[in-house]
């Protein structure tokens, strides 16, 4: 086995996350750095939706669909349900955030609740928030995400 194929697929993004933070830092914008981050998931969030072609019918369980996508991209894992009133409950275990801040006394998954935003209302075709209820970075089991319809 090459020395590459030992390296976890999260380990990327952990290094870029890691790489951008500090970048942030360097150019004396850390107070950006959650708006930063948020904008960025969102993006992405929306650009994984648009590039798989993933479509939802609003018939079907919006959490589902969020969840099988999530699985073609691999950054965590995510269980997820419906919720009254067009909104998800979201579940992640091993966040980028979680991974390369650990436990920092606050909620700081700022990408990952971007991106679950996006993807929702790319999905839904409906502006959505995403608010991180417990984290992983204040030392909570799994970081819990609430996504409301706007
Ligand atoms: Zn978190």
């Known amino acids: 086995m090459s020395k590459s194929n030992e390296i976890p697929f999260v380990a990327l993004p952990v290094d870029i996350f890691t790489a951008m933070r500090d970048i942030l830092g360097e150019y004396d ?29 609003s018939d079907e369980q919006l959490a589902d669909a969020l969840v099988s996508l999530w699985a073609e991209v691999g950054i965590g894992r995510l269980t997820a349900k419906d919720v009254d009133k067009g909104g998800v409950a979201a579940e992640v275990t091993d966040t980028i955030e ?18 679950i935003t996006g993807v929702v209302s790319e999905l839904s075709s409906r502006e959505h928030m995403t608010v991180e209820d417990q984290c992983v970075c204040e030392g909570h089991p799994k970081c819990v995400f609430t996504v409301i319809p706007l």
């Open 29 to 57: 914008l850390s107070d950006k750095e959650e708006e930063f981050f948020e904008t960025l998931g969102v993006r992405c969030g929306r650009a994984v939706v648009k590039r798989t072609g993933f479509t939802w019918e």
């Open 98 to 115: 979680s991974l390369a801040l650990g436990n920092v006394g606050e909620p700081s998954c700022h990408f990952t609740r971007g991106y």
